[in-house]
């Protein structure tokens, strides 16, 4: 089955930096976008950053000029590089993909969610 495991989180001090990692694995045919998303304790969560299939991307403006997105094709893995961070980018960090799944009765649009990475910032 296709899934998504993110890492690269931990306890950093603010201005500092952190890169999160998102790695797909399983039966993909194709990955049409890519996205982190996050959540603080006690909010919504909420859209971070966008890779999509033809390298366009987007940020949300809490993180632009911060925070770059990037993806590695040949390991279906996107990458978002966290410099300058802030106690309020505390969060859990989740990636999502919207990708074609390779199944027993034909390819499949998926919508596919990891299990999240703990980023602290605090001194």
């Known amino acids: 089955q296709v899934q998504l495991v993110e890492s690269g989180g931990g306890l950093v001090q603010p201005g500092g930096s952190l890169r999160l990692s998102c790695a797909a694995s399983g039966p993909i045919s194709s990955i049409n976008g890519m996205f982190w998303y996050r959540q603080a304790p006690g909010k919504e969560r909420e859209w971070v950053a966008t890779?999509?299939?033809?390298?366009?991307?987007n940020y949300a403006d809490s993180v632009k000029g911060r925070f770059t997105i990037s993806r590695d094709n040949a390991k279906n893995t996107v990458y978002l590089q966290m410099s300058s961070l802030k106690p309020e980018d505390t969060a859990v960090y989740h990636c999502?993909?919207?990708?074609?799944?390779?199944?027993?009765?034909?390819?499949?649009?998926?919508?596919?969610w990891g299990q999240g990475t703990l980023v602290t910032v605090s001194s």
């Open positions: 999502k993909a919207n990708l074609v799944a390779y199944t027993s009765v034909g390819n499949r649009n998926l919508e596919v």
């Open positions: 890779f999509i299939s033809n390298s366009r991307t």
